[in-house]
Structure formats: structure tokens, C-alpha cells
């Protein structure tokens, strides 16, 4: 279905049938999902979730020369003041010797605005941030306030068109529309693809024309390839991937995160685009092989060593160079085991809990395994179908590994913590904090200086794993000296109590 004629991206919930509330096993959710039983679950409780703002600020804030606009009430975007330090690093990467941080304002909707209406806040903010910063982009996002009066982003964008020097690109993020917080993705992308790629509004959309698109693979650039990045991947990664497409004789274009407003035109020249995340990048990724004939990869995450070699055999397979993939992947993979060796018996029965992006979760935790450690439960933040050849994997190792999709749910994470008890607990440092309080030790899945992806990744984390276990002793001492949040009742009950249609399974 083209989605892209209409001014929102559908809800994930509604495209992928994603869910967010599930508890059980590994090897019991395919049944039910694919059933659509796990459609429109809820929880009678939900303590803290995560809000599709808050991925999108942090992917919009770090693109270049663009000014990002929240339009809402003050308090929506806040969680960006935490993510300046990344955006800065970010820039300071791309060379900028003084990086100025996050580019980022609010129009400070009040209670007068929600009864008159906003658009002409957001129509000042707009001229005001294009004369003040004179940025390639303004990007303005929609959040419940306006998302609920009715103001029409679309429209002010089309209004200014012509009155600013800025490429425009409403995003709707109204954090109401969908509990998925990846909905955010989609969201972005949209927006991007219809107003700076199409380049045009709905009323002159290009219609896909073969001959135009053969035309166009003349001028495709053959070993460019867009190379989707995720706003938790940091310099490091992104520099391990474009090092082993390098070995493929492969140039790329890298977008969203960090990126040029021009990264997003040059895409459709690309001869190839190259996925990081399935859920993260499928909407970007088909629109492109749909209207523009670029063909895409992406079904593998690169993290940890199977998953590495696939992506790479993926990439291999669409540019001819399957041979050139295997003879890398073998003398990448010898190199890594003999780096590996001394750490391995350190690691070999340890026991581990996740937590984070559906992809990122089930991913690491396949690379935990393969370092010799015991997955006891993921806790991927949302669930759709991207998500099932890396639960089925995880489940031919232990089909009755702990499965609760849940985004946040700390209560049910220190639940789950409680009976299993593990060694490690690898997660984001919002959901770590809880398993600190416990006295696990921890492993941030995300920071900004870390690396996490390809052969270096593997190694990397396997050596941070072994630091934390061999001295958990701030966390053994900080259980007992903190006040945990909830009774001692509550750990007897199921953790999943407050999911409604769920079978209890404690
Ligand atoms: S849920 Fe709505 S009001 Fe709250 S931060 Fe998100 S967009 Fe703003």
C-alpha cells in the first residue's frame, strides 16, 4: 500500500500489527502473534514507557545545517537536553573542531494556544529560526497538543514554502497516536521522502515511470551505497561498517543520524541501500526500491558474529562479490577467535538479562551467546514481525528463554530480575538503573563511545562483560544501601499480572 500520499505515516500498530505487551517464552509468542492475539493488548498498569518524541529528537537533532522546532508544550522535548552531549560528540566526528550541540527550539504552546490554536506560534518560530540560522532544513515536529487541536503543520509548511530559504519537513509525532515508540521512525522518513526526496506536496507526486527509473540506473552511482544508521550506533560502529563495506570496493552515503539534509537527496542514486535494523529502516528502505528501483538488504542487525557475517554475505550477494564476503568473513572471524581465546573461559556460563530496541535486544543477545553465556530473558521494547527470526534463533538454543516485550516496565523487569537472578544485566541505561538497584552488574547496550557492531563489536563487548563481572562490588554494595520502590508482595506476584490476556506464567 503507498502510504506516502497521505500526510502521517500509519501507526506501527496498524502496519506491522506491533505490539507492546507480551509475557512468556521465546519459543511461545510466534503462535499468538501470528494470530493477532497480541493485537490491542494493554496493561492495567504501566509504570514509564517511552514516548515516539524522544527517538525522533534524538535521530533529527544530530543531522546537520538543520534546526529542529518541537511544537508543543514546553515539557515535550525536554528529554533532548540529555542527548546534547551525543549530538556534540556527533559533530565534533564530522570534523567541527567547535561543535555547537543540539540545534533544537519549542513553541511553547499554553493553555490560550489550545483554545485559539497554534499555527501561528509555530509560523513565527519558523521565519524566526530561518533568518537566525539560515540551516539547509527546519524540521518541525507535531506532539499531542497541536496533534489534538487540529493545527495543520502540512499547511503552515505550504504557506512558508516560498517565504523561507529552509527546506521544510513537518513530522507528526503526537505521542498519543501510538504506543510503539518506533512509529517515530516511520514518522521521520515520511517526511523526509515527501518533502525532500519527492520534493513535491500531494497535489504533484512522480508517478513511477520504468523507463525514467532505467534511465536513472545510467546515472546510478554503482558502488555507492546508503548505509542506514540508528541513533544508538555510535562513531565507532559506523566507522567498523563503512570499513567492511570498504573491503567490498563500497562508498557510503550514511543516513538518518548525523547526516546532511543532502545525504537524503543523494539516496535515490545509490545502487544499493544497506539496512542496520530491519524495524528501524524498512519504511525508507522499500519507498526507495519502490519509486526509485534502489534494491535494499537488511534482514541481519550486525551484531555479533553470525549476524555479521550474514549482513555481509547480504550486502556480497547484491554487488556480485560473494567470494571477496567469504574469504573477509573468514580471515575477520580467525582473527576475532584468537582474540577472543583468553576471554572466553572468564565468560563460558555466566548468566545474562536484556533489555532495549526489539532488533538491538534480540541481536546481543545472540552475540552473548556465542561468547559462551546463558540468555535467562530479553525484554525487547516493542515486538512486530521483523522481530521473528531472531526470537526463533534464540529459541533453537533455549526455546524457554524469559520473553516480555515490554517499553520501560521497570516493575516487571525487577519482578523478572528477582526469580532469575542473573549475572548480568545488558540493557539502556534508563532500564540498567533498576537492575543496579538490584545488585546485578551492568553492561550499557548503547554509549557513545563504545563499539558494538561488526567483528571489532564482538570484541569489544566481550571485554567490557568480562571488566563488569570481574568487580560488581559498587552495585553489591549499593543494594543494600538503597530503599527498593516496591513491597516484597509484589515479587511474589506473577510479573505479569497487569497484562490483560495474558496467561500468568510465574
Ligand atoms: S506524550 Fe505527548 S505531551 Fe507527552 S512528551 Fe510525548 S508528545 Fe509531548
Known amino acids: 500500500m503507498d502510504y506516502i500520499k497521505a500526510n502521517t505515516a500509519p501507526r506501527r500498530e496498524d502496519r506491522l500489527g506491533t505490539c507492546i505487551e507480551f509475557g512468556g517464552t521465546v519459543g511461545g509468542i510466534a503462535e499468538p502473534f501470528c494470530q493477532g492475539c497480541l493485537k490491542n493488548r494493554r496493561r492495567s498498569f504501566s509504570q514509564g514507557t517511552i514516548c515516539q518524541l524522544l527517538p525522533a529528537v534524538a535521530i533529527l537533532t544530530s543531522l546537520q545545517d538543520t534546526v529542529v522546532i518541537v511544537h508543543g508544550a514546553i515539557g515535550c522535548g525536554g528529554a533532548a537536553h540529555a542527548l546534547g552531549a551525543n549530538v556534540r560528540l556527533g559533530q565534533w566526528r564530522g570534523g567541527d573542531k567547535n561543535p555547537r550541540g543540539a540545534l533544537w527550539l519549542s513553541t511553547n504552546l499554553n493553555e490560550r494556544d489550545v483554545t485559539s490554536g497554534g499555527e501561528e506560534k509555530l509560523r513565527q518560530a519558523i521565519v524566526e529560526a530561518d533568518k537566525r540560522y539560515r540551516p539547509e532544513a527546519i524540521v518541525f515536529l507535531s506532539t499531542c497538543v497541536p496533534g489534538i487541536i487540529g493545527d495543520d503543520i502540512d499547511g503552515v509548511a505550504r504557506d512558508l514554502k516560498d517565504k523561507v530559504s529552509a527546506a521544510l519537513l513537518p513530522v507528526h509525532c503526537e505521542g498519543f497516536k501510538s504506543k510503539v515508540m518506533a512509529t517515530a521512525y516511520d514518522a521521520i522518513f515520511h517526511s523526509f521522502l515527501r518533502n525532500l526526496i519527492d520534493g513535491s506536496d500531494e497535489t504533484e507526486f512522480p508517478v513511477f515511470d520504468p523507463e525514467a527509473a532505467q534511465a536513472s540506473e545510467a546515472i546510478r552511482r554503482k558502488r555507492l551505497v546508503n548505509l542506514l544508521n ?11 561498517l563503512i570499513r567492511l563495506l570498504g573491503k567490498l570496493g563500497l562508498e557510503v552515503n550514511m543516513l538518518p543520524c548525523d547526516a546532511h539534509p543532502e545525504a537524503f537527496r543523494l539516496a535515490p542514486l545509490a545502487s544499493l541501500s544497506v539496512g542496520v535494523c530491519p524495524t528501524h529502516d524498512d519504511y525508507f528502505m522499500s519507498y526507495l526500491e519502490k519509486r526509485y528501483a534502489v534494491p535494499y538488504v537488511g534482514s541481519h542487525m550486525p551484531i555479533g558474529i553470525e549476524n555479521t557475517g550474514n549482513w555481509l554475505r547480504g550486502v556480497a550477494a547484491k554487488v556480485g562479490q560473494e567470494a571477496a564476503a567469504e574469504r573477509i568473513i573468514a580471515q575477520e ?44 530473558a530479553v525484554r525487547p521494547y516493542h515486538y512486530d514481525p521483523f522481530g521473528q527470526p531472531e526470537v526463533e534463533r534464540l529459541s533453537d538454543v533455549n526455546p524457554g528463554i524469559r520473553l516480555n516485550v ?21 540493557g539502556h541505561n534508563s532500564d540498567n538503573v533498576w537492575a543496579a538497584k538490584c545488585g546485578t552488574a551492568v553492561l550499557p547496550i548503547y554509549g557513545s563511545n563504545a563499539i558494538y557492531s561488526g567483528y571489532a563489536g564482538v570484541f569489544d563487548v566481550a571485554r567490557r562483560i568480562h571488566r563488569h563481572l570481574e568487580n560488581n562490588s559498587f552495585n553489591e554494595r549499593l543494594v543494600k544501601n538503597v530503599r527498593q520502590p516496591y513491597r516484597e508482595s509484589w515479587y511474589a506476584e506473577d510479573p505479569y499480572k497487569y497484562i490483560i490476556g495474558a496467561e500468568l506464567t510465574a
Do not use: H, W
Open 406 to 426: 515490554a517499553t520501560a516496565q521497570p516493575f516487571e523487569a525487577v519482578n523478572i530480575l528477582n526469580r532469575v537472578e542473573p549475572d548480568l544485566y545488558i
Open 230 to 240: 540508528v541513533s544508538s550506533m555510535t562513531g565507532p560502529d559506523q566507522k567498523e
Open 333 to 376: 572471524e580467525a582473527e576475532l577467535g584468537r582474540a577472543l581465546e583468553p576471554l572466553r573461559p572468564k565468560l563460558k556460563g555466566k548468566t545474562c538479562v536484556l533489555s532495549a530496541g526489539e532488533i538491538r535486544t534480540l541481536s546481543t543477545a545472540r552475540l552473548v551467546q556465542e561468547l559462551g553465556l546463558e540468555v535467562l
